[in-house]
């Protein structure tokens, strides 16, 4: 069975940093497409930023500048530092993965990723 576990969220000052963690088991990562997405209540599910196993990134311009995803395949983890982070950042964030083969384009829609982890709650105070 899949398994993905988050961790690394909290309670931060507007500015601050945080970095989140997604830890993967059940499958050959290094096959593994990742990416991060977030919702706040009320919203849809809106894509933050995705790896692939070669290191080849795509962000939302939202976040573009501000985070970072990057991925250790000797861990099996995906990480994404989030620094001056803003208000409207507040959201639960979800780490996803999916196969490579299943993925031909930037891989910035949830309908792309059949694994999903449980979330993490991101709070930024202004």
């Known amino acids: 069975q899949v398994q993905l576990v988050e961790s690394g969220g909290g309670l931060v000052q507007a500015g601050g940093s945080l970095r989140l963690s997604c830890a993967v088991s059940?499958?050959?990562?290094?096959?593994?497409?990742m990416a991060w997405f977030r919702q706040a209540p009320g919203k849809e599910r809106e894509f933050v930023a995705a790896i692939r196993s070669g290191s080849i990134t795509y962000g939302a311009d939202s976040v573009k500048g501000r985070f970072t995803i990057s991925r250790d395949n000797t861990k099996n983890t995906v990480y994404l530092q989030m620094n001056n982070l803003k208000p409207e950042d507040t959201a639960v964030y979800y780490c996803?993965?999916?196969?490579?083969?299943?993925?031909?384009?930037?891989?910035?829609?949830?309908?792309?990723?059949?694994?999903w982890g449980q979330g993490t709650q991101v709070t930024v105070s202004s």
């Open positions: 059940g499958r050959t990562f290094i096959r593994y497409v």
């Open positions: 996803a993965g999916a196969a490579t083969a299943q993925i031909t384009g930037l891989g910035k829609t949830s309908r792309d990723y059949d694994d």
